[in-house]
């Protein structure tokens, strides 16, 4: 009879303890920082709705924190922001740890209001002591960068960003812009952020004048090259790589641009030897 007994108990037992986690989802765990070395361990339980007040809720998530660190921790804040399935922020909320020991965990409860139902979280520093700034991420500020005319392909700091108007993130210290777009001259912008600065902020960049001559053809067509030779009857532009032959009373009009001239090393004979008295 034991035995039967024993068969017949265990599957239930394994129901029940079905049951119980598919009711009581694993908690949803947060490490701060993301990266780098591991600070604290959130773990958050489900959250429970407390109140209801129209499309406002209230609920609570048993939560764990545990200190990851080789020293104790005096006291760190943290924003929580909420989200619903859809990644909208629905909600935020705090959350405080203090004299937490090496190795140590600390249990309470977290209260947080929402508009809708959370599904995920986040984590985000509210004031850190002097001795956990070090791993806060580098500052990065959001700048959107223009060229006059638009459409430059625009590299920062040598690596390439795309096209103007570009909105790109820049850390505190000295950066490098170069702007070039096809039949214009192309330019470099050297660029300081300052800790003080803020996100929003612009620059335009006006690139130089046309780096190649332009040829206007009676038919409208605009060329853009380099003027090889003009001549009576012809007129040959170099565009592309290659060389493009046109009737004389097929432009209409020639646009050269100023060239810097290329100065040519002077060219020095060698002195006639001197005959030995």
């Not at 490490?31 to 129209?54: A, C, D, H, N, Q």
């Not at 096209?163 to 505190?172: D, F, S």
Request: proline share 6%.
């Amino acid at each position: 009879m034991l035995r039967g007994s024993f068969f017949c108990f265990f599957p239930v037992v394994l129901l029940l303890a079905s049951a119980a986690y598919a009711k009581d989802p694993p908690a949803q765990v947060v490490i701060w920082p993301e990266s780098g070395t591991p600070v604290l361990r959130f773990s958050f339980g489900k959250f429970k709705e407390v109140g209801s007040s129209g499309s406002q809720h209230s609920y609570v998530s048993d939560t764990t924190a545990e200190n990851l660190w080789t020293k104790s921790i005096n006291t760190a804040n943290f924003s929580l922001y909420l989200f619903d399935k859809n990644r909208i922020r629905i909600g935020e909320g705090w959350i405080s740890v203090s004299n937490v020991g090496r190795g140590e965990m600390v249990k309470f409860q977290t209260s947080v209001n929402t508009s809708g139902t959370p599904v995920s979280i986040a984590l985000a520093p509210r004031s850190l002591p002097v001795e956990l700034q070090s791993f806060l991420p580098a500052k990065t500020i959001s700048m959107t960068v223009n060229s006059v005319p638009q459409g430059a392909l625009l590299k920062v700091d040598g690596t390439g960003a795309g096209a103007t108007p570009k909105i790109v993130q820049l850390g505190v210290g000295k950066h490098l812009l170069e702007f070039s777009k096809e039949g214009f001259n192309a330019g470099r912008f050297p660029l300081e952020i300052s800790p003080d600065d803020t996100s929003g902020g612009s620059v335009s960049y006006e690139l130089g004048a046309s780096a190649h001559d332009t040829i206007e053809l009676r038919d409208g067509t605009v060329l853009t090259g380099d003027l090889e030779s003009v001549s009576a009857t012809e007129v040959v532009v170099r565009a592309g790589g290659k060389d493009l032959s046109y009737d004389r009373n097929q432009v209409k009009r020639i646009v050269m641009v100023e060239r810097e001239a290329i100065q040519q090393a002077p060219v020095t004979q060698p002195a006639d030897a001197q005959p030995h008295p």
